[in-house]
């Protein structure tokens, strides 16, 4: 299967226009073909990240596809590009519907992600209670520390092993989309970073109502549930990503 998307640059990051009515489909169409490939959810924090950072920039845009969950990304994206507005599902969301219709086609889950082992056993129990025909074939929460080869290689054998086809890899930006890019040609799945989402469907972090995700306040919500963790990061990243948008227009015209 093919990159067909049209895509849009944001600070040098490739977004792609593209419904969930259609990537949903496309992705588990992909992981039923055994052929392994991956794809980044993108935010404003993504954004910046790329921008800053080239290597990271080859990582994401190396994605079969790039997808906002960000309410404010998408509607910048149109205000950039004169592009028409897209629906958007935040990551937890986009997770969940993958996994019904993973299940519908037969195709195996793998997790790779979560706060530990406690925290990745009750989003499998969450999971199985919201889609009981799920087949989650391989979980595994790893160490933060960065594995040994001789761990990284039986990682990857077990998954390989567990024939999972759709794996989900909630390390955390910019982890997870580089585990990702480094293991494609290792491991024949179709990956996506969904980064939070094992927190949210676990239960651990409360989803916002769906209107502040309408209004681009998720990023606000997410702050109230987390401060300690994340108020770092939308101080030095939002900020930014309204000034670097404003000087590209600037710079384009």
Partial sequence: MSREAASHSMLGMRLDAVAPSTYLDAIVAGAADGVGFYCCVANVHMCVLAHDDPAF?????GA??????STILQRARSLRHGAAPIP????AEMMLELVCVAARRGVRIG?????DD???ALLIERLKQREPAIDIAYAHSPPFR????EEDAAMVADIRASGAGLIFVGLGCPKQERWMAAHVDRIPAAMIGVGAAFDFNAGMVRTSPEWVHRAGLEWLYRLTQEPKRLWRRYLSTSPRFVW???TDAIASR
């Fill in 57 to 61: 920039r080859d990582v994401v845009n």
């Fill in 64 to 69: 079969r596809y790039v997808i906002p969950d």
């Fill in 88 to 91: 958007t599902l935040r990551g």
């Fill in 111 to 115: 997790l790779v992600g979560g706060r």
């Fill in 118 to 120: 406690a925290a990745l």
């Fill in 146 to 149: 960065t594995l040994t080869d």
């Fill in 244 to 246: 670097l948008l404003l």
